[in-house]
Structures are given as structure tokens and as C-alpha cells.
């Protein structure tokens, strides 16, 4: 089996096809863990892999992408640490490259899902291959500054699903919303809403998610 470098879970399609299927990519939030994220990916087709990374660092009783840079203020303008965002990064590239091999995933047909952390990690992957990736969700997480101002070729139409909610007090909508403008103006097939919910997926936006999905795999 290919050399997979962070812990995760592997959910085969059960309904298999010919050949090398799509896989979800499931990137959890700040303090949880690799079966966080795994309650929304039930929901989706039965044709799909799903591969759920933990992120590399303890944190209490769970575990983290990066740590927090507060140098510009509280948590509402709180950015990642930049070494290790970048460290994160490189690790969950190698971990889709390993699960492509290892799982007999189709390499055109990957998606990233991230909540929190995970979808500002997610954000970022997208805009630093945007080919690398079919379409990504990213609810209640914001851009990066290190890539906000990044502008790459590969990004127009890919389909981006945007999710926040107007209660977050971690994350709050005005941020999230910042990123579904700013991916816009780069050409990106933006869908976005703000839910009226905490830092958390309720039903709405659950079922806004797996149509995105059910639709683009």
C-alpha cells in the first residue's frame, strides 16, 4: 500500500463501477478528529470514496491543522501559523497522492470538504493547484491572507461551495463571505450561503452540501 502520511479513514464506494471512482476528502476542524466530518459524507452517492485525514497535531482531546496566529487580534482575525499551514498543506497533498494509489481513486475526480480549519486548509490547496481538485466545500472558514491576493491559472469555473452561518462566533459570516467574493472575482462557479446557525452544519445547509456534491461527482 502507497505510503499515506497522516492517520485516516477510508470509506469504500458501495456501489463500486468500472475503474477508478471519485473520492470526497474530508478535512475536520480545529480540536476534533478524523471521524468528525464522517455523519455528512453518509448522505453522499454510494459510488464514492471517502478518505477522512486527521490533522498532524494534538490538541486536548482532538487535534489540529495549525496553530493560531492572534497577532492582528482576537480569534475574528486570527490567521493560520504560517509554517505550519504550509507543513499541513504538503501533507495532505502527499495523503491524497498516497490514497489515489492506494484506493484506485480517480485522480481527475477529487473534492476537498472542510469545516473550520479544514476549509481554510482547503481553500488554500485549491488556490495553489486548483487542478489538482474537481470542486471544493468549504463551510465556516475564511481565505487566508497568505492567499488572498493569489490569482492562479485553473481556478475559472471550478465549482466552490461557501457555507457560514450568520450565529458563528468563531468564524464570523462576514469572513466567509469575503471568500466566496474574492473567488468569484478569480472566475471560480462560486454557490455560497449564510445559514442561521453557530459554528456548526445544520440541516439546511447539510442538504445544500449534498446536493453540491450529489451534483458534481
Known amino acids: 500500500m502507497s505510503d499515506i502520511p497522516l492517520e485516516h479513514v477510508h470509506v469504500e464506494p458501495s ?18 478528529n478524523e471521524q468528525d466530518l464522517l455523519s455528512i459524507a453518509r448522505e453522499f452517492p454510494d459510488h464514492v470514496h471517502v478518505v477522512s485525514l486527521r490533522a498532524p497535531d494534538r490538541l486536548q482531546g482532538g487535534y489540529t491543522w495549525y496553530e493560531l496566529d492572534l497577532s492582528e487580534g ?19 497533498r502527499e495523503a491524497v497522492a498516497g490514497a489515489v494509489e492506494a484506493y484506485d ?29 474537481a470542486w471544493v466545500v468549504a463551510l465556516h472558514g475564511y481565505l487566508a491572507d497568505s492567499h488572498a491576493d493569489l490569482e492562479p491559472e485553473g481556478i475559472a469555473g471550478k465549482p466552490v461551495f461557501v457555507g457560514g452561518g450568520s450565529m458563528d462566533q468563531i468564524i464570523p459570516a462576514s469572513r466567509v463571505e469575503r471568500a466566496a467574493e474574492r ?28 446536493d453540491f456534491v450529489e451534483a458534481h461527482v
Not at 471519485?22 to 476534533?32: D, K, N, Q, T
Not at 482575525?77 to 501533507?91: G, I, W
Not at 472575482?185 to 442538504?207: C, I, K, R, S
Request: charged share 20%.
Open 15 to 32: 456501489e463500486p463501477g468500472d475503474g477508478p471512482a471519485p473520492a470526497v476528502v474530508l478535512l475536520h476542524g480545529r480540536g476534533s
Open 74 to 92: 482576537g480569534l475574528h482575525q486570527s490567521q493560520p501559523h504560517a509554517e505550519q499551514f504550509e507543513r499541513s498543506r504538503s501533507l495532505v
Open 105 to 133: 481513486i480517480d485522480p481527475d475526480r477529487i473534492g476537498l470538504l472542510g469545516f473550520s480549519q479544514g476549509a481554510i486548509t482547503s481553500l488554500s490547496l485549491l488556490l495553489d493547484d486548483p487542478d489538482d481538485y
Open 183 to 210: 473567488l468569484r472575482e478569480l472566475g471560480a462557479d462560486v454557490t455560497a450561503n449564510v445559514y442561521g446557525a453557530p459554528h456548526g452544519v445544520g440541516p439546511d445547509e447539510l442538504q445544500d452540501v449534498v
